[in-house]
């Protein structure tokens, strides 16, 4: 009986130490808390910049928004060679733009007329094969691209 007792402890006390981990308003890195981050509804992915290369002015501006590991995270998986298989290319994204809105993104930083956006893996784990993201992914994409929702 008491055996049992410290049993269904033990496994309570193991859930609560990971289901805070997989929660889907955590980053898959871990460095992002989602749920205070504004959701946005991407509407024109033709605005997106795959190749984005980010200046010294505007890493400025980002190191004011974001700490040296989320900038070095965002810096690293910005670019379309970081992106799922099936929006990896310009000639893949041409075929199916409209899929690229059904993302859920949330606005994790602002410089000039941009945002960035990150794609959390978690939250868009129910995209169809190819585009399910591995790890969070960031996407800069003018601000008239997107909605607030």
Request: a positive charge; glycine letters at 2%.
């Amino acid at each position: 009986m008491r055996e049992k007792y410290f049993t269904r402890l033990s496994t309570i006390l193991l859930l609560f130490m990971i289901l805070p981990a997989c929660s889907l308003y955590r980053s898959s890195s871990g460095l992002f808390d989602i749920k205070g981050l504004k959701e946005v509804q991407i509407v024109d992915s033709r605005h997106l910049y795959s190749t984005y290369d980010i200046d010294k002015y505007e890493r400025e501006e980002l190191l004011r928004q974001l700490s040296e590991e989320q900038f070095e995270l965002v810096e690293k998986y910005h670019r379309e060679d970081s992106w799922p298989e099936a929006i990896s290319s310009f000639e893949k994204r041409e075929k199916i733009r409209p899929m690229i809105n059904n993302y859920r993104a949330f606005i994790l930083a602002e410089m000039d007329d941009k945002y960035i956006l990150i794609i959390p893996a978690r939250a868009n784990r129910r995209m169809p094969i190819g585009f399910r993201p591995k790890h969070d992914v960031f996407f800069i994409i003018s601000r008239s691209a997107v909605k607030e929702l």
